[in-house]
């Protein structure tokens, strides 16, 4: 069984993988097989990690989110339907001091349904899951966050919620 392999069986089998944790499962530790400290780009298997995160990340049955303690979380399509209905709640814990800024931005996502973004403002509608976002990488180099309405991502994924979240 080949790295990607791998790592799709052990999405399945558990429903989420993180990038790099000391906790949960996690995809540096299984293409690696080390626990590492540091950044996984200081790695000798640097390379092999970013590939492996890019073909798990471009998967058919894999949601890219901010999930798990706001850190980049791949998510199995058989959970997809309850991460969007907690997602779409519009919770207290979503909502409640949110930040002016942010507020702005998230106004300017509903009502043009996507558009790219940096910054705090960006992070923190993504942390709160207000918003889904996607990591491009622009032409001049730079990072930035397509974010979008989660009932457009919905349409776009053919995923809708499970129901209200409990």
Same mark, same amino acid.
């Given at each position: 069984?080949?790295?990607?392999?791998?790592? &799709?069986?052990?999405?399945? $089998?558990?429903?989420? %993988?993180?990038?790099?944790?000391?906790?949960? *499962?996690?995809?540096?530790?299984?293409?690696?097989? /080390? $626990?590492?400290?540091?950044? @996984? @780009?200081?790695?000798?298997?640097?390379?092999?990690?970013?590939?492996?995160?890019?073909? %798990?990340?471009?998967?058919?049955?894999?949601?890219?989110?901010?999930?798990?303690?706001?850190?980049? $979380?791949?998510?199995?399509?058989?959970? @997809?339907?309850?991460?969007?209905?907690?997602?779409?709640?519009?919770?207290? @814990?979503?909502?409640?001091?949110?930040?002016?800024?942010?507020?702005?931005?998230?106004?300017?996502? /509903?009502?043009?349904?996507? &558009?790219?973004?940096?910054?705090?403002?960006?992070? /923190?509608?993504?942390?709160? &899951?207000l918003v889904h976002g996607d990591?491009?990488?622009?032409?001049?180099?730079?990072?930035?966050?397509? &974010?979008?309405? !989660? *009932?457009? !991502?919905?349409?776009?994924?053919?995923?809708? *919620?499970?129901? *209200?979240?409990?």
């Open positions: 069984m080949d790295t990607n392999q791998r790592l &799709l069986a052990a999405l399945e $089998t558990g429903g989420l %993988l993180m990038v790099q944790d000391r906790t949960f *499962p996690n995809v540096v530790a299984l293409v690696t097989g /080390e $626990t590492l400290r540091g950044s @996984w @780009w200081a790695h000798p298997r640097c390379h092999e990690i970013f590939r492996s995160l890019s073909d %798990l990340a471009a998967a058919p049955d894999v949601m890219v989110t901010k999930l798990v303690q706001a850190k980049v $979380t791949f998510v199995h399509r058989r959970l @997809w339907k309850s991460v969007l209905s907690v997602a779409m709640a519009r919770d207290p @814990w979503q909502l409640e001091g949110l930040s002016p800024a942010a507020r702005v931005l998230l106004d300017q996502v /509903e009502r043009e349904g996507s &558009l790219e973004a940096s910054g705090p403002e960006s992070a /923190e509608l993504e942390h709160r &899951l990591q491009i990488h622009t032409e001049s180099g730079k990072h930035k966050a397509r &974010l979008e309405t !989660w *009932p457009a !991502w919905s349409r776009r994924s053919g995923c809708g *919620p499970a129901g *209200p979240a409990a």
